[in-house]
């Protein structure tokens, strides 16, 4: 079962112009982390962010997490056309053993135009 | 240092046949998971371990399984494979016991079964 999912599912836009994705989850988390995909290739970590943290940046990347709405954002400013790829959030969340797991959600498809 | 290695990149199976996916890691990792990624699913996990000789059922752990001889070693079995097995398979590994820590991806195995 899914915990995060990804908005919106594909995402198109100009070089120099900045990339929105949100995600959403439905339980309690630990924290929230962002992957990167390139096409053909495995998952990248690019930032985490915890439970009692609002906002953290990362280079041009900025990651907001609003726990009241159980949603997050992932902004890449500037974007280039390396920065197409898919982008998933995935959230650590305690399960009822107590062990941690980290549930993907099925990702933000971003295109960025020269 | 190479990271997450997995080996084979690609393979096609006949239904019925097994085989086995071996995932590296040189990073003295504790913690090491198999998903699976089919299109508009995002990442399932199907079966983890939490260090050399101890393995755990994910999400989807049905017609396979796996072994942690070694630590730097997690292989991943399909024993009488099923076209619903087509997929890119993902192993990951990452430190320590805390959930903070990020995992670290391997490049896939695309695997197809005819």
């Known amino acids: 079962s899914q915990q995060g999912e990804e908005d919106p599912q594909a995402l198109s836009i100009q070089e120099g112009e900045n990339a929105t994705m949100n995600c959403s989850y439905k339980t309690s988390i630990n924290n929230l982390q962002w992957y990167r995909q390139n096409s053909g290739r495995g998952l990248v970590h690019l930032i985490l962010i915890r439970s009692n943290e609002r906002e953290k940046h990362s280079g041009r990347l900025r990651v907001t997490l609003d726990t009241s709405k159980k949603s997050s954002s992932l902004l890449i400013t500037a974007s280039r056309a390396a920065d197409t790829a898919s982008y998933f959030c995935?959230?650590?969340?305690?399960?009822?053993?107590?062990?941690?797991?980290?549930?993907f959600g099925k990702g933000t498809k971003l295109t960025v135009n020269p | 240092n190479a990271g997450v290695t997995q080996t084979p990149k690609f393979r096609v199976l006949k239904t019925g046949q097994s085989m086995t996916l071996l995932c590296a890691q040189d990073?003295?990792?504790?913690?090491m998971y198999w998903y699976r990624q089919d299109p508009g699913m995002g990442l399932r996990l199907i079966h983890y371990s939490v260090g050399e000789g101890t393995t755990a059922k994910g999400e989807v752990p049905d017609g396979y399984n796996v072994s942690r001889l070694k630590k730097q070693n997690f292989l991943l079995g399909l024993e009488s494979a099923a076209p619903s097995q087509t997929s890119v398979y993902f192993c990951?590994?990452?430190?320590?016991?805390?959930?903070?820590?990020?995992?670290?991806f391997g490049p896939g195995t695309r695997l197809t079964v005819t």
């Open positions: 990951a590994s990452r430190t320590g016991s805390g959930s903070q820590y990020e995992q670290y």
């Open positions: 995935a959230t650590v969340t305690t399960t009822q053993g107590g062990s941690e797991k980290l549930v």
């Open positions: 990073m003295n990792h504790e913690y």
